[in-house]
């Protein structure tokens, strides 16, 4: 089991490393590292026989430290707190009605193609970080794996969509830029807005932070509404 553990680990690193050398090469969504380096290990796992119940364990101190660094995106919060609370009522309102549509969205298209009530329940989180994501599905009564592949495909879209949808709406501002990123695409997103500008990266973690709380009133808010809806 130690050998297990060590080799997990050392192999998880050693393919987000290589698939950080070869975004700087090659920058693209394709060859990003969130791409790259789960692919790759997703084809070990399978060449190696190896069930991805032990290899999750094996490497969860990992997933636990994704909390712990959450913490060091409040420093560029913090440099740009006076232009973001100037802006606050937009970025509520805005960040509340973002929250309210991709979990109404999410559960009704879930029930349209017929993933079923499991499915609909996991997808309710999938727009916020998923360290709080994960958690908020498990108390829902949701099925967290699965809310984790929704939160993916979610933030993998929202970054591929993002430079398309700023173009067609002809955004400028960047804190409507940062917002969107961060509400759109979440973590992934956040990185993305960084590399547009400091303001925008601190919006998009603003975004992450307060659309996850805003995110987790909706949910529990809403359980009984679509309780019912499944019912019906």
Not at 16 to 42: D, G
Request: aromatic residues 10%; hydrophobic residues 60%; proline residues 5%.
């Amino acid at each position: 089991m130690i050998l297990l553990k060590t080799c997990s680990v050392l192999l998880t690193i050693l393919f987000f490393y290589a698939a950080k050398r070869l975004n700087k090469k090659r920058p693209s969504l394709l060859f990003s590292p969130a791409v790259l380096a789960p692919a790759a290990m997703i084809v070990f796992l399978l060449v190696a026989g190896v069930p991805y119940v032990e290899y999750s364990q094996a490497t969860s101190w990992i997933s636990e430290m994704m909390g712990v660094v959450t913490v060091a995106f409040a420093v560029p919060l913090y440099r740009n707190w006076a232009i973001l609370m100037a802006h606050r009522r937009m970025i509520l309102l805005s960040l509340a009605t973002g929250s309210l549509i991709a979990i109404l969205a999410g559960v009704s298209t879930a029930m349209l193609v017929g993933l079923g009530q499991s499915a609909a329940i996991s997808v309710i989180p999938r727009s916020i970080t998923l360290p709080i994501a994960l958690s908020v599905s498990e108390a829902i009564g949701g099925m967290p794996t699965m809310t984790a592949v929704f939160g993916m495909l979610t933030s993998f879209a929202g970054v591929f969509l993002a430079p398309w949808v700023i173009k067609r709406m002809k955004l400028r501002h960047p804190v409507s830029i940062g917002l969107m990123y961060g509400m759109g695409a979440h973590m992934l997103g956040m990185v993305k807005a960084f590399e547009r500008g400091d303001t925008e990266g601190s919006s998009a973690t603003l975004a992450v932070i307060a659309g996850a709380m805003i995110t987790v009133v909706w949910a529990f808010t809403l359980m009984p509404l679509i309780m019912s809806w499944f019912a019906v």
